[in-house]
Nanobody, 125 residues
Framework: QVELVESGGGSVQAGGSLRLSCAAS????????MGWFRQAPGKPREGVVG????????VYGDSVKGRFTVSQDNAKNTVYLQMNSLKPEDTAIYYC??????????????????WGQGTQVTVSS
């Protein structure tokens, strides 16, 4: 089993920055691929970033490219999402996810994936 614990959400004005953290514990093989998804009210879930931790390669959603950066600290088994130049449309609940392998660059979202509890990010104009 895998436990993902997120932190770092909050409220910020447009143009500001936040950093999300996702600390993983449990079966390490199931965290070879980690990433973030987000969901705003009334909208479908959206892939934000996927990180292949073994290859150290990342894919980003088109709406966040150039503004968000993912990084990892293997010693802490933690993945970070640095979010800069935040926009009101970035407002959503952000979920950390993991799986043994990536699917199209992102953690799997089926029964083979794991999820954190979610953290709210609110960007005001």
């Amino acid at each position: 089993q895998v436990e993902l614990v997120e932190s770092g959400g909050g409220s910020v004005q447009a143009g500001g920055s936040l950093r999300l953290s996702c600390a993983a514990s449990g079966y390490s093989y199931s965290t070879n691929c980690m990433g973030w998804f987000r969901q705003a009210p009334g909208k479908p879930r959206e892939g934000v970033v996927g990180l292949d931790r073994v290859a150290n390669t990342a894919v980003y959603g088109d709406s966040v490219k150039g503004r968000f950066t993912v990084s990892q600290d293997n010693a802490k088994n933690t993945v970070y999402l640095q979010m800069n130049s935040l926009k009101p449309e970035d407002t959503a609940i952000y979920y950390c996810a993991s799986s043994a392998r990536c699917a199209s660059g992102y953690p799997r979202t089926d029964s083979l994936g794991y999820w954190g509890q979610g953290t709210q990010v609110t960007v005001s104009s």
